[in-house]
């Protein structure tokens, strides 16, 4: 009898044992990080779009950046993660997304390997930009500088571009036969998959090409995480959310904007913020990271 007792105190400690290594198991599988997301602060009256991706393999990758008043902010995050970027992905040629960009390779020494772009001719910009043709014209002279020129990729429908371990699809690039909204509607959307994290960036896509996205795209649209288009104002329609069915939004977007302030309290400007902030919440959205924040770091 005692001998059973015996066997089966051993056999439960055993188990126990057994359970043990298997929840230290599960509890470090938990705890690796695959990559931190930074959503960047505007630094300026303006609105602004930036992130900063670090892989598992600390490289590092840009999406956008912001305005010139953004640069040093940016520039200070590059230099902490290393001084250098390994991929920068420019949405559209608008400064609120390129400027901080042009300034850094303009004014720095910051390594930048590959940069990705999605432009029509600078004929179809002189036609379709309207009065925001400068900008378009000073990004295009950067095109050139003799520090990138070297560096710079045309993205294609479809693409994957793998950085360590984040995988890159390109859904949407520069649509040259969208004409309204033309400049934001040629914005490149870039979906990333980080192990089993997935991430949208619509840059400042429209409503136009968002149409688009859900025709040639829809199945490739489902993600867990979704930077809301055009700063959360005037960008996709709600179709294009509930496609995405993302659960964390991530907004480029300034307090006054967030409120849609014109300077006369809530509510009172002409941005569809409001709209966009009830689609999500009837989309069950409960997390949201909100430029006006401040930096905001994801670990993903
Ligand atoms: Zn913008």
């Not at 020494?109 to 002189?126: A, G, M, P, S």
């Not at 199945?219 to 930077?227: G, N, T």
Request: charge should be negative; aromatic fraction near 8%.
């Amino acid at each position: 009898m005692e001998a059973k007792n015996k066997i089966l105190i051993k056999k439960i400690v055993f188990i126990l044992i057994c359970l043990v290594i298997i929840s230290i198991i599960i509890n470090l599988n938990c705890n690796v990080v695959n990559a931190e997301l930074i959503q960047l602060k505007d630094n300026s009256p303006r609105q602004m779009m930036g992130y900063i991706l670090k892989t598992k393999g600390n490289e590092v990758i840009v999406i956008d950046g912001g305005l010139k008043e953004d640069e040093p902010n940016l520039l200070e995050h590059i230099k902490k993660l290393g001084g250098k970027v390994d991929a920068w992905f420019l949405t559209h040629p608008h400064m609120d997304h390129v400027q901080a960009f042009m300034e850094i390779v303009y004014n720095t020494d910051i390594k930048i390997e590959n940069i990705y772009v999605t432009l029509n001719d600078l004929n179809w910009y002189q036609k379709y930009a309207g009065e925001r043709l400068l900008e378009v014209e000073e990004f295009f002279k950067i095109l050139q500088n003799e520090k990138i020129k070297e560096k710079i990729k045309y993205v294609e429908q479809n693409e994957n571009i793998n950085i360590d371990n984040i995988k890159c699809e390109i859904l949407g690039v520069c649509n040259p036969e969208i004409t309204v909204n033309a400049v934001n509607n040629s914005s490149m959307v870039i979906k990333m998959n980080i192990n089993k994290t997935s991430i949208v960036f619509l840059g400042d896509t429209g409503a136009e090409s968002g149409k688009k996205l859900l025709e040639t795209q829809k199945d490739k649209l489902k993600a867990d995480i979704v930077q809301v288009a055009h700063h959360g104002q005037n960008g996709v329609e709600k179709e294009v959310y509930e496609a995405i069915q993302a659960k964390i939004c991530l907004w480029p977007t300034p307090q006054w904007l967030w409120d849609n302030d014109s300077g006369n309290g809530y509510n009172t400007g002409i941005w569809k913020t409001i709209e966009t902030r009830k689609w999500m919440d009837e989309l069950g959205v409960k997390e949201h990271y909100i430029e006006k924040n401040g930096d905001t770091t994801l670990t993903l």
